[in-house]
């Protein structure tokens, strides 16, 4: 079914993210990749730049190892119109949960970061509903192999660009901090037929 991924949190790489399309037609944002619609992702990665605007909204972007993506907090529900009809308890707790999770997003911070796929000025982006600080080195590898993996077996093969294998040699010996991880992982992507996503120079 096409839209079975609609309301889920889709993993990602940025490289794929970046490459979703608008459905113009569709009453509320949505895009597709690979015949999928999808309104919703996740992205794990280092904070890489951070404007904050107080009370307004945090721009930041994540950087994975395969590109940026744009990501947007907003901060201001205790003036914005969109929750003039919600009640004011139920404001403060969403603009004081939107105020912690800006304060932990700062530059070289490992993210998870989850949220609706919004458009702005032509670029897709993240529009954040909540943010996760990672404190396992490897929790960003661990991303892309989930990312993979539920291509494969869940989004299609069509939605994992090629990666470069020596592009994938880096990325684990700069982000991973454990040998038998990367013994593991090497293993992994030898053993689950992933040569039919091309990883040139490394299989």
């Not at 909204?57 to 947007?72: Q, S, W, Y």
Request: overall charge positive; hydrophobic content about 40%; glycine content about 8%.
């Amino acid at each position: 079914m096409a839209d079975a991924l609609y309301n889920t949190h889709v993993k990602l790489l940025a490289s794929d993210f970046l490459a979703l399309t608008p459905k113009p037609t569709d009453p509320s944002p949505s895009f597709s990749i690979n015949g999928k619609t999808l309104s919703r992702a996740e992205t794990v990665g280092y904070v890489v730049t951070r404007e904050l605007k107080p009370d307004k909204f945090l721009r930041f972007a994540v950087d994975d190892g395969t590109g940026c993506i744009p990501c947007v907090l907003w901060l201001n529900q205790l003036t914005s119109s969109y929750f003039s009809r919600r009640s004011p308890a139920g404001v403060r707790s969403i603009a004081r949960m939107a105020s912690k999770f800006a304060a932990q997003v700062q530059v070289g911070a490992v993210a998870r970061v989850r949220g609706r796929i919004t458009g702005f000025k032509g670029f897709v982006q993240i529009t954040v509903s909540d943010v996760v600080v990672e404190v396992d080195p490897n929790a960003q590898v661990l991303h892309w192999l989930d990312c993979v993996r539920l291509a494969r077996k869940c989004y299609g093969k069509g939605c994992v660009k090629e990666v470069s294998g020596i592009k994938l040699m880096k990325f684990l010996g700069e982000r991973f901090h454990n040998a038998g991880v990367v013994d593991l992982v090497l293993f992994y992507f030898t053993s689950s037929g992933l040569n039919e996503f091309k990883l040139s120079g490394f299989i």
